[in-house]
């Protein structure tokens, strides 16, 4: 079965499958979309939690193994498998058997960026939407940002003017994980107030300090001597590298998309458009890198990410910065 976010909820309190496929290229609404089905998976009393990374360091074969397992004392568990690269690759048997016979004591959370359009056509994401449930994350298309912004403003308890809901949109562009740090700034700093221009004015940061898409940006026209600054900056602060590379996968992997579709001659600007990239600077960068990057180095780019968000969860012994600044350095300009 496949749904979108916004169903989500309903499907959630009728049954609890036992595969949940989460992807799209939005960080955000894919991590709130996890962690509702992660709320109704402990509710339910799947309380163990295990987290893999498809990537070239997983053994498949002892997945397979966990997947058929046990669980001692009876625990329910939730194994979780991110999918940075949008495909499983060598996993598909072993998903596609867990699929065909799943065990009552465990819940399969899959978790992707938009998912390769080749995997749909595989014999195991046609028995995951007869087993499971695919939840589908597509952009916010940029005539219903506002409409967004003003519903998640709500939600915080937040009155936004249409002055101050013009403003924070033009200067949010339509980038959700910042729309969401900013209402929740504002929340704490402009709390019972009625939020219009001034107060926006004074409360959103526009640019006195870096932010996480100044850094994509750099890294993709390869800027590395800034990039690798600015990434230094964060560190610094005491940043999560997390939010960071979701983005950085996602744009990555649109470059990638975009590639390809230059090769068919599609016209860069229409398909950019057409997956729902409607910032000029983030599309500018997205197409600059398409064409001086070879797809190798955007592939070797990607399994870098994966080495940092490993390095963030404790899965090695380097800085998660580390790897980024080694991606600066591969990214850079000839």
């Known amino acids: 079965m496949k749904i979108n976010p916004g169903q989500l909820g309903q499907a959630l309190e009728k049954k609890l ?59 329910r568990r939730r194994i979780e498998i991110r999918l940075p690269t949008g495909k499983l690759g060598d996993g598909r048997d072993v998903i596609e058997q867990a699929l065909i016979q799943p065990a009552d004591d465990i819940l399969l959370l899959l978790i992707s960026s938009r998912l ?15 087993t499971g449930v695919h939840v589908t994350v597509w952009p916010i298309d940029a005539d219903k940002f506002p409409g967004w912004l003003q519903q ?16 924070l949109t033009e200067r949010l562009e339509g980038n959700l994980l910042a729309a969401s740090q900013e209402l ?3 929340s704490l700093l402009a709390a019972g ?28 026209a390869g800027r590395a001597a800034h990039a690798r600054k600015v990434i230094t900056t964060l560190q610094q602060e005491g940043d999560n590298p997390l939010g960071l590379l ?9 470059t990638l998309e975009l590639q390809q579709a230059m090769r068919q001659r599609e016209n860069p600007s229409a398909f950019l458009k057409k997956n729902g990239v409607f910032q000029p600077q983030r599309a500018k960068a997205i197409e600059q890198a398409a ?26 012994d380097l800085s998660p910065w580390h790897h980024l600044s080694d991606l600066a350095i591969l990214l850079r300009q000839a």
């Open 17 to 75: 499958a036992p595969v949940y496929l989460v992807s799209g290229d939005e960080p955000l609404l894919v991590q709130e979309a996890c962690d509702q089905i992660r709320a109704r998976a402990r509710e339910q009393g799947f309380n163990e939690r295990q987290v893999y990374h498809a990537d070239q360091h997983l053994n498949w074969g002892a997945l397979r193994d966990e997947l058929g397992a046990m669980s001692l004392f009876a625990e």
């Open 116 to 130: 390769d359009a080749a995997e749909t056509r595989r014999k195991w994401y046609k028995q995951l939407q007869k």
């Open 193 to 220: 107030k009625t939020i219009d221009e001034n107060v926006v004015e004074a409360a959103v940061q526009y640019s006195a300090r870096f932010s996480i898409f100044e850094v994509i940006y750099d890294l993709l």
């Open 246 to 254: 979701a983005v950085l996968v996602r744009d990555i992997n649109m």
């Open 152 to 167: 998640r403003a709500r939600s915080r308890g937040l009155t936004l003017t249409q002055g101050g809901l013009n403003l």
């Open 184 to 186: 929740d700034r504002l």
């Open 291 to 316: 064409r001086r990057l070879p797809a190798s180095t955007l592939l070797q780019a990607l399994k870098l990410c994966s080495n940092a968000d490993r390095a963030a969860k404790g899965y090695d």
